[in-house]
């Protein structure tokens, strides 16, 4: 369940970057491309999406969304590392505790064996 909470707070915290984004964009921030801000801002809104899924999954018991939170939390590694040795020192470790105790957690026995549910479809053949 902390599991979940902590994939789910970064789905929230992509969801609160993606609306400061439109905003930004909404009220004529300087961009190089309209186009790739637009398609950044739909990239945000999707990955923060993925997130909520992989979340809800994971508190349900399911299997396969262990391997979507190592890899959200991997991309959040490599953005908080830079982030915290550029001299954001909060927003550095905002990032990177929740992604290391995630980490951890994906592989905790008890998660392990938590997050063992497969799918519920019957076999194609």
Same mark, same amino acid.
């Not at 993606?18 to 950044?40: H, N, R």
């Not at 299997?63 to 979507?68: D, F, N, S, T, V």
């Given at each position: 369940?902390?599991?979940?909470?902590?994939?789910?707070?970064?789905?929230?915290?992509?969801?609160?970057?993606?609306? &400061?984004?439109?905003?930004?964009?909404?009220? $004529?921030?300087?961009?190089?491309?309209? &186009?790739?801000?637009?398609?950044?801002?739909?990239?945000?809104?999707?990955?923060?999406? &993925?997130?909520?899924?992989?979340?809800?999954?994971?508190?349900?018991?399911?299997? &396969?969304?262990?391997?979507?939170?190592?890899?959200?939390?991997?991309?959040?590694?490599?953005?908080?590392?830079?982030?915290?040795? $550029? $001299?954001?020192?909060?927003? $550095?470790?905002?990032?990177?505790?929740?992604?290391?105790?995630?980490?951890?957690?994906?592989?905790?026995?008890?998660?392990?064996?938590?997050?063992?549910?497969?799918?519920?479809?019957?076999?194609?053949?």
């Amino acid at each position: 369940m902390v599991l979940s909470l902590i994939v789910a707070a970064e789905a929230t915290a992509l969801l609160v970057a993606a609306g &400061w984004y439109a905003v930004q964009l909404l009220t $004529g921030a300087p961009v190089l491309s309209f &186009w790739g801000a637009v398609f950044t801002l739909a990239l945000l809104l999707s990955f923060a999406a &993925w997130l909520y899924a992989v979340a809800y999954f994971l508190f349900r018991g399911f299997r &396969w969304p262990r391997a979507g939170a190592l890899v959200a939390q991997l991309f959040v590694l490599t953005i908080g590392f830079p982030t915290l040795t $550029g $001299g954001y020192i909060a927003a $550095g470790f905002a990032m990177l505790v929740p992604a290391v105790v995630a980490m951890v957690l994906l592989f905790n026995k008890r998660v392990i064996s938590f997050a063992s549910r497969a799918g519920g479809a019957p076999p194609a053949l």
